[in-house]
């Protein structure tokens, strides 16, 4: 079993619409949460960073965290096609590693 | 601007050559790494270095050597040992919070 999962998509969605990503794992340690978006072709860029159960919001993305059912989400509201992209999840224990999901293309159709 | 340079932006191998590839950084930051990113697989770790003249294997460590003779620089090499080097190969390096910063990649293709 890996340490994280990801939901694997492909995700298809009507500009406007609500996109919702979701990873689970299995280490109880891990602390720190994050959401990269990857532009193909270019490197990941950090979307949203969090360290505490409940929800993180910025602009149109929200994240949450729910540690006592080791699962994390993403949520793009008002979705543009600029949007497009794929989505990891990454988490950390109080170290120097970082174990991301596989990832989540998402595809918004103008 | 600071960030993560990462050179070439392509490269292609012929079978049983060795190929360095360049990553530096003006973050001021000491620990670096280098993923692997194939399709359907995420990204996997090659090596970390978490300060000069240091560095520890990841998880895919064979086939490859790194260095790190200066805080700024962590340069990758991929020997001919490794068995499939076809790959989008990705440099970070960390911040504060313990989050990555990423450079825009390097893909390399074997002939």
């Known amino acids: 079993q890996k340490e994280v999962e990801q939901d694997p998509g492909p995700l298809s969605v009507p500009e406007g619409a609500i996109v919702s990503l979701n990873c689970t794992y299995s280490?109880?340690?891990?602390?720190?949460f994050m959401w990269y978006r990857q532009y193909s072709r270019k490197g990941p860029e950090l979307l949203m960073y969090?360290?505490?159960?409940g929800n993180k919001e910025d602009g149109r993305f929200t994240a949450q965290v729910d540690k006592s059912s080791k699962y994390i989400s993403l949520f793009i509201r008002d979705s543009q096609p600029s949007d497009s992209a794929t989505y990891l999840c990454?988490?950390?224990?109080?170290?120097?590693?970082?174990?991301f999901g596989a990832g989540t293309t998402v595809t918004v159709r103008a | 601007d600071g960030g993560i340079t990462q050179s070439p932006k392509y490269l292609f191998r012929k079978e049983g050559q060795n190929v360095t590839l360049s990553c530096e950084q003006n973050l001021n930051h000491d620990a670096m790494y280098w993923y692997r990113q194939d399709p359907g697989q995420g990204l996997r770790l090659i090596y970390y270095?978490?300060?000069?003249?240091?560095?520890q294997k990841g998880d895919i460590a064979e086939g490859y050597s790194v260095s790190r003779e200066k805080k700024e620089s962590f340069p990758l090499t991929v020997t001919s040992a490794q068995k499939n080097p076809t790959a989008f190969y990705l440099c970070a390096s960390m911040g504060g919070l313990g989050e990555l910063f990423f450079g825009e990649g390097s893909r390399l293709t074997v002939l």
């Open positions: 990454a988490m950390k224990e109080n170290d120097y590693k970082l174990s």
């Open positions: 270095s978490q300060i000069v003249n240091d560095f």
């Open positions: 969090t360290y505490s159960s």
């Open positions: 280490n109880s340690a891990f602390q720190y």
